[in-house]
């Protein structure tokens, strides 16, 4: 049976040459027939095998197969009973595993599907010089093979497809998995480069494609490990999905300017791509186009792209594939005025990223987009955002300064967390929500709010007051009204917008853990709402404090904080 290695084509990189060693003219064989099984029998290494054969309605021979037993270097005869050779059909060599190398008369003309299949011992396959047709995925998984010629004559490298149970398409490209393949010589004629056909060839350096190509498909190139340059034909206008994912060795690529789009996941995991220019007749690029591209230093992306598209992985809707996620170089970004929304995770890692400039025209920040952007240290948002997605700048240690715009909404969960440098942020009067965590782990101590007390108090704030982390350096955080006016949240321990007996109960806790030589039981910015009269401290005194402010609000009074000091 054929051995195939299937390959799923999915999602989350100065050309080296080798040489051929001259090959030693084999003797042309001595054909013995056996008309009844059309076979003959052939010089294969020391020894013989037996080729199947057809002859075809034109007087010419088909060779249908060979013997699984033949070992060592096969030279394919022109003739057979005086009839040319003209064609080696289907799966006709596939998995002879003992052949260490090949060669395909000038006669031959055609060449099958899968024709050299799984020929895994082969190091060269000499073919014609020129041919009229080769067939699906002829060499795939030849893997010793070290340099092919593919004939003038020849117009498309064709991929074998075929569904799986679930209906996923399973591609097998002409020379994918030819492991020790190194060098590559393409046709003049050559116009299509078909899916997958390289896909995994790791020892592939370099290739010279010729400009008379118009279609390079899907994943042509993937891990191709060791390739460090490329250069587009102008005549190709797509860059194909996964076209050069896992290149990890690609330095750098030229994309002409006939080029009108870049696919998904082009370049993911070209870990060595330091820069990239992308021509401004670029109007379209797909999902996670430069995920993982972690020496990449700039990029600029053209005019005409509207987002920056993240893949979902499907078995977890939360996973997101960010556009240039994981790019821990990338130190400076260049988006187009025509952007509106900057998608999932976009820039998920960029811990080099310092400062970025959102276009006004934004209207959409997504959940995770700056997330982990750990020296970003400013950033305004524009007045099109009315959503601060979930964790859309957690993360950002270095994060000192943002500006929230007069459209906002909401600011969801974990918005901030980890914003450990972010010491005060101005929030609109037109935020209405505010997420779980959205600044737990920051450093927040002031909130300037453009709106009143009264407003402030009308936001809906998610917190569980027994639950750390949460929303409580928000609520602690001394507030800043537009009227002048400064609220903390004293008394309140429990952060649940009220002071009861649970605050004093607390306290009362935290006094008698310390007189006991204990730690308390308050963190520290709760020790600054216990903290009455401000001594720095919290003892027996802030403790009645709190009791007195209680028992008021139980006698139907409306204290002041400054009527129960006495002041």
Not at 52 to 64: A, K, L, M, R, S
Not at 154 to 172: H, M, N, R
Not at 360 to 373: D, M, S, T, Y
Request: glycine share 8%.
């Amino acid at each position: 049976m054929q051995k195939w290695k299937k390959f799923l084509a999915t999602l989350t990189a100065g050309a080296l040459c080798a040489v051929a060693l001259p090959l030693a003219k084999l003797e042309l064989p001595e054909v013995v027939m056996n008309a009844a099984a059309a076979e003959c029998t052939v010089p294969v290494g020391t020894g013989t095998t037996t080729l199947t054969y057809e002859v075809q309605e034109d007087d010419t021979v088909e060779i249908t197969g060979c013997e699984d037993t033949a070992a060592g270097e096969l030279e394919i005869p022109a003739e057979i009973d005086g009839k040319a050779v003209t064609r080696i059909g289907d799966m006709a060599f596939n998995d002879k595993e003992y052949l260490t190398g090949i060669t395909v008369p000038d006669s031959v003309k055609t060449i099958g599907d899968q024709a050299f299949v799984d020929c895994v011992s082969a190091t060269y396959i000499n073919l014609p010089q020129e041919m009229d047709s080769l067939g699906e995925a002829v060499f795939n998984s030849c893997y010793a093979l070290e340099e092919i010629t593919i004939p003038e004559g020849i117009t498309e490298l064709s991929s074998f497809v075929e569904k799986d149970e679930e209906g996923v398409a399973l591609y097998y490209g002409s020379l994918a998995f030819c492991k020790a393949l190194k060098k590559v010589t393409l046709p003049s004629t050559l116009k299509t480069i078909d899916e997958y056909t390289f896909s995994s060839c790791p020892a592939l350096e370099s290739i010279e494609i010729p400009n008379g190509v118009t279609e390079i498909k899907e994943g042509a190139f993937k891990s191709c490990e060791s390739l460090v340059s490329i250069e587009i034909p102008k005549s190709v206008t797509n860059i194909a999905d996964w076209l050069f994912n896992s290149c990890t060795s690609l330095e750098s690529i030229t994309i002409p300017d006939s080029v009108t789009s870049i696919g998904d996941g082009t370049f993911v995991c070209c870990s060595s791509l330091k820069n990239i220019t992308i021509p401004d007749s670029v109007t379209s690029i797909g999902e996670e186009a430069f995920n993982s591209c972690s020496s990449l230093e700039s990029i600029a992306i053209p005019e005409g792209i509207t987002s920056l598209p993240a893949r979902a992985d499907d078995s977890n809707y939360s996973s997101y594939y960010g556009f240039l996620a994981f790019c821990t170089s990338l130190k400076e970004v260049k988006l187009p005025s025509t952007l509106k929304s900057i998608d999932e995770a976009a820039f998920y890692n960029c811990s080099s990223l310092e400062s970025i400039e959102i276009p006004e025209g934004v209207e959409q920040i997504k959940q995770f987009a700056f997330e982990g952007c750990s020296s970003l240290e400013s950033i305004e948002i524009p007045e099109g955002v009315e959503q601060i997605k979930q964790s859309a700048f957690g993360m950002c240690f270095n994060l000192k300064e943002i500006t929230i715009p007069g459209n906002v909404k909401s600011i969801e969960d974990d918005a901030f967390v980890g914003c450990e440098s972010l010491k005060s942020i101005s929030i609109p009067s037109s935020v209405t929500y505010i997420g779980y965590c959205a600044f737990s782990y920051s450093g927040l101590t002031d909130v300037y709010y453009d709106g009143t007390k009264e407003q402030w108090n009308a936001i809906e704030i998610v917190n569980n007051a027994n639950e750390y982390p949460n929303n409580s350096l928000l609520i602690y955080a001394t507030k800043h009204f537009s009227d002048g006016t400064q609220a903390t949240s004293t008394g309140d321990l429990d952060g649940n917008g009220t002071v009861d007996t649970n605050d004093v109960f607390e306290a009362m806790l935290y006094v008698a853990y310390r007189g006991a030589g204990m730690s308390g039981n308050l963190r520290a910015e709760q020790i600054t709402a216990a903290d009455i009269d401000g001594d720095g401290s919290v003892d027996s005194t802030d403790v009645y404090y709190i009791l007195y402010y209680v028992a008021l609000q139980g006698a139907g009074k409306k204290p002041t904080w400054d009527s129960v000091l006495g002041r």
